[in-house]
T-cell receptor, first 115, second 116 residues
Framework: AQKVTQAQTEISVVEKEDVTLDCVYE???????LFWYKQPPSGELVFLIR??????QNEISGRYSWNFQKSTSSFNFTITASQVVDSAVYFC????????????FGAGTRLFVKA | KAGVTQTPRYLIKTRGQQVTLSCSPI?????VSWYQQTPGQGLQFLFE???????NKGNFPGRFSGRQFSNSRSEMNVSTLELGDSALYLC???????????????FGPGTRLTVL
């Protein structure tokens, strides 16, 4: 069963636009962890954020913000005032006790930011 | 602190051959996980090692195997290569077992394997 769904395959925006990347997850565990990773064209995945299931506070880090809503099983990621350097593939991931905490990644959303 | 290193970065093999990929985690990290990334299947978990023991395994055939050494360095081996094994193989290290406790993973640049 699909555990992490990133319905947006590709998104294209113009620089300075805001963009939201959607992530919906599925788990039966009450304790779990959600992550976002960025994979730039160079290929190396870069950790962006971790959120545990007991912390529904939204987080803002510079131009990045995350909205975690357990009621809708969503963990969405917003980039404000996008820049060309934001162009990358973004992965949402889930880690849960069932299955030994291995990380399950979504299919990824490819973001193109045009100058 | 040096990041996760993977060798080789690129590899070309032919069907039926075997291949060994190497991963050196960040110093102090005891958990190493391997992933296969392909355009069709995305990022798929292969296995995870912690303190020289395989603690988790993904849904891959037995041709895929791995090990971890006492210094936490890890190798993965693919025997009897098939065309479908062509992929980017990523290694990730973290402080704890997998992401237990919510530890983030640090990824290497990957080894791009092409099977002809």
């Amino acid at each position: 069963a699909q555990k992490v769904t990133q319905a947006q395959t590709e998104i294209s925006v113009v620089e300075k636009e805001d963009v939201t990347l959607d992530c919906v997850y599925e788990t039966r565990d009450t304790t779990y962890y959600l992550f976002w990773y960025k994979q730039p064209p160079s290929g190396e995945l870069v950790f962006l954020i971790r959120r545990n299931s007991f912390d529904e506070q939204n987080e803002i880090s510079g131009r990045y913000s995350w909205n975690f809503q357990k009621s809708t099983s969503s963990f969405n990621f917003t980039i404000t005032a996008s820049q060309v350097v934001d162009s990358a593939v973004y992965f949402c991931a889930l880690s849960e006790p069932t299955g030994g905490f291995k990380t399950i990644f979504g299919a990824g959303t490819r973001l193109f930011v045009k100058a | 602190k040096a990041g996760v290193t993977q060798t080789p970065r690129y590899l070309i093999k032919t069907r039926g051959q075997q291949v060994t990929l190497s991963c050196s985690p960040i110093s102090g990290h005891r958990s190493v996980s391997w992933y296969q990334q392909t355009p069709g299947q995305g990022l798929q978990f292969l296995f995870e090692y912690f303190s020289e023991t395989q603690r988790n395994k993904g849904n891959f055939p037995g041709r895929f195997s791995g090990r971890q050494f006492s210094n936490s360095r890890s190798e993965m081996n693919v025997s009897t290569l098939e065309l479908g094994d062509s992929a980017l193989y990523l290694c990730a290290s973290s402080l704890a077992q997998g992401t237990g406790g919510g530890n983030e993973q640090f990824f290497g640049p990957g080894t791009r394997l092409t099977v002809l």
